[in-house]
């Protein structure tokens, strides 16, 4: 993952990061972060960050306690939404 020194290191399972890296390229900003996070209109990746680490965590947590509604296609996208908005913020501090 990007180092960000904002938020930490996530360590995740090696086959869902891949996943997660492979979905990227199919991934649409406009259509999927606005309907992971319910939103009307998109913000600046900056303020979108927090909101899809909170509902990554939550999905990590999911996923760790077994919950019978864990969702690792979700997971997966949420995972590339993550590192979507992080790649935005990575290449304009370039």
């Given amino acids: 993952m990007l180092p ?7 360590r995740r399972p090696r086959t869902l990061v891949r996943a997660a890296r492979f ?3 199919d991934y649409r900003r406009e259509r999927h ?9 998109l913000s600046a990746p900056t303020a979108l ?7 990554e965590l939550e999905m990590e947590t999911m996923r760790k306690e077994g919950d019978a509604c864990y ?3 979700k997971h997966i996208i ?5 590192l979507t908005e992080l790649s935005l913020v990575s290449s304009r501090s370039i």
């Fill in 4 to 10: 960000n020194p904002n938020f930490p290191t996530l």
């Fill in 49 to 55: 960050i927090p909101k899809l680490a909170d509902l």
């Fill in 33 to 41: 972060t606005k309907r992971l996070l319910k939103l009307e209109k």
């Fill in 71 to 73: 969702s690792v296609a």
């Fill in 78 to 82: 949420v995972l590339a939404a993550l």
């Fill in 23 to 25: 979905a990227m390229s």
